[in-house]
């Protein structure tokens, strides 16, 4: 990717209430976009509603107008891995927060509300912490009759980069 503005971590902490697609449960997976990036997954949970992954996706940021997108996967062995949902997630709050300077550790930089036009099922806080800026997001899934997803975002500085 050329003249890349730096990586945001991704870590995919949890999945809460998921759909059950399969007889009892679901065995969920999470995939995750941004533009024309290859597409990068999580581990499969085998029959968990709730799963746990703490898994860290990287994704390199080149146009930080660009959502993030989310879809939730069953993954079944004899035919098409089954839609849990999906969610999006505008990454333009955080990045104008990364680009805010001189503020003292532990410092909330900006507050995201619910509301009907994101994903977000609770506030989520974007926060400067031990020198980098950090954002906890709880996500409700769109296009499913439950679930959420906890994920949170950090900023990497590419040294080199064009920066914000």
Do not use: H
Not at 9 to 25: E, F, H, P, Q, V
Not at 72 to 93: H, Q, W
Not at 95 to 107: E, K, L
Not at 142 to 153: A, D, S, T
């Amino acid at each position: 990717m050329e003249n890349p503005l730096g990586l945001l971590r991704i870590r995919i902490i949890r999945g809460i209430n998921l759909a059950i697609r399969d007889l009892r449960s679901s065995d969920p997976y999470v995939v995750v976009r941004m533009g024309k990036q290859q597409k990068l997954k999580t581990r499969v949970v085998k029959n968990n509603v709730n799963p746990e992954w703490n898994e860290d996706l990287t994704l390199c940021v080149a146009e930080p107008i660009l959502p993030i997108k989310l879809q939730v996967y069953d993954k079944d062995t004899f035919s098409r891995d089954d839609k849990m949902g999906d969610a999006e997630l505008d990454i333009v709050p955080f990045i104008d927060s990364v680009r805010t300077t001189n503020i003292p550790n532990g410092t909330i930089i900006d507050r995201i509300i619910p509301s009907r036009q994101n994903c977000y099922s609770e506030e989520s806080c974007i926060v400067y912490e031990n020198g980098q800026v950090i954002q906890n997001v709880f996500l409700r899934l769109r296009n499913v009759e439950c679930g959420e997803i906890e994920l949170r975002l950090q900023w990497i500085y590419i040294s080199g980069s064009k920066g914000l």
